[in-house]
């Protein structure tokens, strides 16, 4: 295997793993994670195309992959806190535990209609 082969993923391998969206508390879940903002943005971090993946276990930890719309981003450090609180407070969460990743980058083309609506894009 050449180092290209180990750096990409096998063809068909989603970049973004699929969400847990079966699980009784999803929904509850993506509620509170569009309780958290990108403060220099006026659209909610889960609207943004932020929040990759959302897995919940049997019972009921739940583990979010995010990312930010730039490396710099001056809130880095405090957003996946901000989302562990806001996922915290949903009712029977045992657990958070929040990623962040830049792979693969955030992109406009992330965001819902809803967001590029808001944010005049469409």
Excluded at 22 to 34: G, K, M, N, T, W
Excluded at 53 to 81: F, H, Q, R, Y
Excluded at 105 to 120: F, N, P, T, V
Aim: with cysteine; charged share 20%.
């Amino acid at each position: 295997m050449d180092a290209s082969t180990q750096q990409n993923p096998a063809e068909g391998t989603p970049l973004i793993a699929p969400s847990t969206t079966d699980h009784p508390l999803y929904e509850s879940v993506v509620e509170a994670c569009r309780s958290v903002y990108d403060p220099e943005i006026p659209v909610n971090i889960y609207d943004l195309g932020l929040v990759y993946t959302i897995t919940l276990d049997e019972e009921n930890a739940v583990k979010i992959v995010m990312t930010l719309t730039a490396p710099g981003c001056p809130v880095a450090g405090e957003m996946p806190g901000w989302l562990a609180d806001a996922v915290n407070s949903v009712a029977g969460v045992k657990d958070v535990d929040v990623e962040m990743t830049f792979d693969p980058q955030w992109g406009m083309d992330m965001m819902s209609d809803e967001a590029r609506l808001e944010l005049g894009f469409m």
